[in-house]
């Protein structure tokens, strides 16, 4: 069974890895395979998304630009016909911001606080143990 | 309740009890623990080597810290509000925070740019950037911490603000402020597109204290930042023992460039955090006091006191903050507060109560100086030295701390120094070990945070954020207009003279002063740096 594949990326000039490289270390125990690509601009991010042929895609926002970054890359991944992929984002997410990128078709948002396991459980279950399990 | 309260107390009194960074903790302590201690050799008297108990003899009755709250966002007119409000409201010091894409060095109109200008900082691209920032504001009279974190945009931000100094008629020998100019602060705890090699980093941060050290003699020019060390991971004894490292580095670097210890070691300072475990901050803070000086005096035997005296700004830890219930983070921030002062801080920051949501709003950022305000002139706890002096508990957790730290200098040392333990991955293995650890704690439940893991509400309490329009339009018209109206020529000329400086091995900081002043971006000047030295890769994973 293939594992389940997670693309991590920091956007713009954000600075802050820390979040996104223990969310990153927990998937991959959790048995999940993880490429994480650092700082990236949303094309760049969503290429790597296809080329991987991954499953999920984490981004990890601390300095605020989210509302720039995240629609973008949403409309990117469209664009590819790749939307089935899910999207999740981190970090420091002010929650009228997390609705707004919700209803744009960001699958979950977990704010700073949220556990490990949860990030993981989530992912588990939104895509199944394997590609097979993606419902197209 | 009931159940709560067992939740409260986690466990029998028979449990293995630690601090968080592991050091065993006894139900009590007596005489018997700190047996070999020597009230002389070890302690001294506060402003006494080994300086353990504080730096002066009468700490805040001579001198109360700094109120020094960190501000920036936007727009330098914005940011130059907040400072007024600041100041008016009692801060006795300024402390700006600038953009990732200022403190990376880049200039606010490159691609990658576009969601970050002004975000979680000011955007300063140039000169005419740092007039408004500081405009009225006296310069000469108050102290100015500028938080340009990384060396590859410090030195040409720092030389903005010199060359503003001029024009406005301040002698630089006159301006008393600090950068902090930190090479780990861009090879280890921040990332970012096209990262200097950490020995080049380092380079660039003597070349400011260098600079410092012949025109600046009342600037700290470099501020390790501990805080920071332990906001990407680290544990306090990592904290201490990375600020101590860094140091050295520095000083060794310093004394191979032909400066005798004493001429920059008294301007050397340190940044630390305060975190949640209130007695072993306290230790750390003692502790890294003693192990300072006697290895300053080990390794470089000055002459003048000042050279082996470790002084700090404190900044209230920003990751024990919690979104969840955020007005908690109120009460947080003032036990953080209190553990910096029973630690003979020299100035420090609070941390607003709504930062794990965003920048803080003027309400939240009041609140906070309000918090030091409470502290000075309520508690009491400025009245005498290092109070806690003398508890077994917090002498025997200061000996504890203090081993845990020479122990890891040892470990860096044995690594071939500081710069060696960047490069290899070591340092970034650390600290993101330390941190997974933690967060598997939390998620646990084995570390309990009120609000997060236990004590939860079922309604979220909403709070208003803080917003603000982007920067970006006017940071591009900004730098539009200065390439407009520059002599092209001349501009070219100066980062030409910077760019053979930097394979000469010269000196950077002069060059940078005449290229901003002949209207070279900051961007341009830094892209110099990076076209020689960049492109280094963080190892990671």
């Known amino acids: 069974m293939a594992l389940i594949k997670v693309v991590m990326a920091k956007m713009g000039f954000d600075a802050h890895y820390r979040g996104a490289m223990m969310v990153a270390r927990h998937l991959v125990q959790r048995g999940m395979e993880v490429v994480y690509i650092g700082n990236r601009l949303p094309e760049e991010i969503v290429r790597t998304v296809i080329d991987e042929d991954a499953q999920v895609l984490g981004l990890s926002s601390l300095s605020g630009n989210h509302m720039v970054m995240v629609p973008r890359i949403l409309v990117l991944l469209q664009q590819e016909g790749a939307e089935r992929v899910k999207v999740l984002l981190g970090g420091v997410v002010p929650t009228e911001d997390q609705k707004e990128l919700l209803r744009q078709g960001v699958s979950a948002v977990f704010g700073t606080g949220s556990s490990l396991d949860a990030i993981a459980d989530w992912i588990e279950a939104a895509v199944g143990h394997g590609p097979d399990a993606i419902q197209v | ?541």
């Open chain 2, 1 to 541: 309740m009931s159940s709560q309260t067992e939740n409260a107390l986690g466990g029998s009194l028979s449990q293995d009890y630690r601090t968080t960074s592991g050091i065993p903790v006894k139900a009590f302590y007596t005489p018997a623990d700190v047996a070999g201690l020597d009230a002389v050799q070890d302690l001294g008297l506060p402003g006494q080597p080994p300086y353990t108990r504080g730096v002066h003899r009468d700490m805040y009755r001579g001198r109360l810290w700094t109120i020094r709250q960190l501000a920036g966002f936007g727009t330098p007119e914005e940011t130059n509000g907040r400072f007024r409000m600041l100041l008016d409201q009692g801060a006795t010091g300024i402390n700006c925070v600038f953009d990732f894409v200022t403190n990376r060095g880049f200039s606010s109109d490159h691609p990658l740019a576009e969601g970050d200008v002004g975000q979680g900082g000011v955007a300063i691209d140039c000169l005419d950037d740092m007039r408004r920032l500081f405009d009225g504001i006296p310069i000469e009279d108050v102290s100015v911490s500028l938080v340009l974190s990384n060396p590859v945009g410090a030195g040409a931000i720092f030389a903005a603000f010199l060359a503003m100094a001029q024009e406005r008629g301040i002698p630089w020998d006159k301006l008393r402020g600090t950068l902090q100019n930190d090479f780990l602060m861009e090879t280890v705890v921040l990332t970012a597109p096209n990262i200097l090699e950490p020995a080049f980093s380092l380079k660039l941060s003597v070349d400011v204290v260098e600079f410092c050290t012949e025109h600046l003699p009342q600037w700290n020019p470099i501020s390790f930042a501990g805080y920071n060390y332990r906001e990407a991971g680290a544990d306090a004894v990592q904290e201490a023992a990375l600020v101590i490292a860094h140091a050295v580095a520095v000083a060794e670097e310093m004394v191979r460039r032909g400066h005798p210890i004493d001429s920059f070691a008294p301007r050397l300072s340190s940044f630390f955090t305060a975190d949640n475990d209130l007695f072993e901050e306290v230790a750390k803070y003692r502790a890294a006091r003693r192990v300072y000086h006697r290895l300053f005096q080990e390794r470089f035997k000055p002459q003048d006191p000042r050279s082996s005296r470790l002084r700090f700004h404190v900044q209230t830890s920003g990751s024990a903050l919690t979104a969840q219930q955020p007005l908690n983070n109120v009460t947080r921030a003032a036990y953080h507060a209190l553990a910096a002062v029973l630690g003979g801080a020299q100035s420090l920051h609070v941390s607003a109560y709504d930062e794990a949501l965003c920048l803080p709003s003027e309400a939240a950022a009041l609140t906070a100086l309000r918090t030091q305000q409470v502290l000075v002139h309520e508690t009491g706890v400025t009245r005498t030295a290092d109070p806690l002096a003398g508890s077994y508990y917090v002498e025997q957790l200061t000996n504890e701390v203090e081993q845990r730290i020479l122990a890891y200098l040892k470990q860096m040392d044995d690594l071939g120094g500081l710069v060696r333990a960047v490069e290899s991955g070591w340092v970034h293995r650390e600290l993101m070990g330390t941190s997974y650890d933690r967060e598997l704690a939390t998620t646990s439940g084995e570390r309990k945070v009120v609000g997060v893991n236990c004590f939860t509400d079922d309604v979220p309490l909403e709070i208003e954020l803080f917003r603000f329009p982007s920067a970006l339009e006017q940071q591009r018209a900004t730098l539009e207009r200065l390439r407009a109206e520059r002599d092209k020529g001349q501009t070219e000329a100066a980062l030409e003279r910077l760019r053979q400086a930097v394979l000469a091995d010269e000196n950077t900081m002069p060059h940078l002063v005449a290229a901003v002043r002949a209207g070279a971006s900051v961007g341009e000047c830094c892209d110099v740096f990076r076209a020689l030295h960049g492109g280094w890769h963080q190892p990671l994973l």
